[in-house]
């Protein structure tokens, strides 16, 4: 590497400001107040790039804030963002565009007879904005020394040659124009060096499925995705009591699948109490989709239509909405050295949703990211003086923690369902560790020519969906959407599946112009990285745009 540069270094570096990387700062500088620990974000502000239901199961939360902030529960950050306790539980079987069954009595049978789904009891956990969760844990982790930087994006990991260990992470560059000449206010993105590295972006981190690649890390099965969209709604006094502030209900059936024909897909909608007169209304769908006229967000709009949800939110405003993945693809997707099971390699550790430790069994993985960030800092405090070997030690620690046991007994869940369809597969996935691990397809082999029969009448509004996430992205960086060989799209994609991207994608970015399939306004893209994993011919690159830009998320 040239020696003319300003290279920073620290102790540790991590990458994202999400509930995991924070967790890691805020128990570290418990455990060691002396060390030096920097969390690069993108996003312009804490929160800004977080979405998720969001449930959490608050046992790691409060052990990580029982030790680092003492009283804590009696700060007003506290009493916002655990405002809502879940009291009441529902799990809801929609069944064409009226017909609602309760069926939670089914989930507590199968918490009697100790089966998987017994688990989705989310009673005594929060249901919260990740958002608020996210800004509220980054002021902690300022307050015990550690430094947080909104705005950098991390765009790669640079190894070391010869030992593979980690060397420090790249800084996304800034000042480039549409076709990448440097401008006036070029800046070169630094690099930080680091002696631990902890990749906490999130569900398909950029750096950190760089880093899977570089490190030879591999998983026993494709990671499979789901798409979450999600709306904040504005409802009646009346409407909020109604639903009633302690509740969180999950659906489904209709518009995802239904028991004798229709749509075969996995997932179904959330309704979750937020702050007084706000109710979060989501649907997530599993990636696999086959429909190449799908859209997540017309699932929403049936949902949102069906009369079980519409008694709560007609006549309501939506102040906020959003769209990202979640990764579901278990334990057996989550990344790991081949020769050793390490969950990242030397002096590198990967967390939460970027392993993808979501507990597909509770459809929780908050609570693991959380946990994740605990392990994480007690390797790093235990390997000071050995850094390469943090990556072995987190690797142990996670395997004797809550995560590993949780993974493993949902092992095959997700590849059950995937494998078999949500009618046949659910009920299957019920023998758990007693089936075999069924080989998948990637979520964008799945795409075929069938069509999605409960279209909803009218055309979803992208452009309000995209205004509510308050995307922002500056209109003369380069795109950081590259389409790897435009002929495709032209010559087989529009033929077989008619060039998808552009309904899928929940902001709008991709359009034809001039007959050709563009990414025409990646300056309202909402990073959920959708088109990477759901184009059919593995066409599209997501780069990370300058630091700073993205959806500005503040409830969500
Ligand atoms: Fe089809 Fe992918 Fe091209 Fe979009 S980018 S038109 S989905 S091949
Ligand atoms: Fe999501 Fe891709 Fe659309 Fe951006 S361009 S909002 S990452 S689907």
Redesign the pocket.
């Known amino acids: 590497m040239p020696d003319n540069k300003d290279y920073n270094q620290v102790s540790v570096l991590v990458v994202g400001a999400g509930p995991a990387g924070l967790a890691t700062a805020i128990q570290l500088k418990t455990l060691k107040p002396e060390i030096d620990i920097c969390i690069v974000e993108k996003s312009a502000d804490l929160g800004n790039h977080n979405l998720s239901g969001a449930v959490l199961e608050p046992e790691p939360f409060h052990t990580l804030l029982d030790e680092a902030a003492p009283g804590w529960r009696d700060t007003d950050a506290a009493k916002d963002v655990l405002a809502n306790k879940i009291d009441k539980d529902d799990i809801m079987f929609l069944l064409g565009k009226k017909l609602s069954f309760n069926i939670f009595f089914a989930i507590k049978l199968a918490k009697t007879f100790r089966l998987g789904f017994g688990q989705m009891i989310h009673k005594g956990d929060y249901s919260v904005s990740i958002s608020k969760l996210t800004k509220w844990l980054g002021q902690i982790a300022k307050d015990l020394g550690a430094e947080v930087l909104s705005g950098f994006a991390a765009g790669d990991i640079i190894l070391d040659d010869g030992s593979g260990k980690a060397v420090g992470v790249k800084l996304a560059d800034c000042g480039l124009d549409k076709e990448g000449n440097r401008q006036p206010n070029f800046v070169e993105g630094e690099i930080i060096r680091a002696d631990f590295i902890v990749l906490a972006e999130g569900c398909d981190g950029l750096v950190t499925e760089k880093f899977v690649e570089k490190a030879g890390l591999q998983r026993q099965s494709p990671q499979l995705y789901s798409v979450g969209v999600k709306e904040l709604i504005k409802v009646s006094p009346e409407q909020y009591n109604k639903f009633k502030s302690s509740r969180v209900v999950h659906a489904m059936g209709y518009p995802i699948w239904t028991p004798v024909v229709g749509p075969g897909m996995f997932g179904g909608g959330i309704i979750y109490a937020g702050a007084q007169d706000h109710l979060s209304v989501g649907m997530i769908v599993g990636a696999d989709w086959k429909y190449c006229d799908f859209n997540p967000q017309d699932a929403l709009t049936n949902f949102k239509n069906h009369r079980f949800v519409r008694q709560f939110i007609e006549g309501g405003e939506v102040v906020e909405a959003g ?1 990202k ?1 979640i990764p579901e693809g278990g334990y057996y997707a989550i990344p790991r050295e081949p020769e050793t099971g390490n969950i990242g390699k030397t002096n590198v550790m990967i967390l939460g949703d970027g392993a993808g430790f979501v507990n597909m069994h509770k459809i929780k993985g908050l609570h693991n990211a959380i946990d994740s960030g605990i392990q994480a800092a007690k390797a790093i405090s235990q390997t000071l003086d050995t850094p390469e070997s943090s990556a072995s030690v987190y690797s142990e620690l996670v395997e004797k923690s809550n995560i590993a046991a949780e993974m493993r007994a949902a092992r095959n869940f997700r590849q059950t369902v995937a494998k078999f369809g949500p009618l046949q597969g659910m009920p299957l996935s019920v023998l758990g560790g007693l089936l075999p691990k069924f080989e998948v397809e990637k979520d964008y082999e799945t795409m075929t020519i069938a069509k999605y029969r409960l279209k909803p009448n009218q055309n979803f509004d992208k452009d309000t969906f ?1 205004a509510m996430a308050a ?1 922002e992205h500056r209109e003369e960086e380069p795109s950081h ?1 590259t389409i790897l060989d435009a002929e495709i799209c032209k010559t087989k994609c529009t033929s077989l599946y008619n060039r998808p ?1 552009i309904t ?7 359009e034809t112009i001039n007959d050709q399939v563009k ?1 025409a ?2 300056s ?9 994993r ?1 184009c059919p011919f593995d066409n ?1 690159r ?1 780069t990370v745009p300058e630091g700073g830009g993205g959806p500005r998320y503040k409830r969500m």
């Open positions: 769209a993945m995209t995307t959407l991207c899928f994608c929940p902001a709008g970015v991709y990414p306004n990646p309202n893209c909402l990073h959920c990285k959708t088109c990477q759901k599209i997501w």
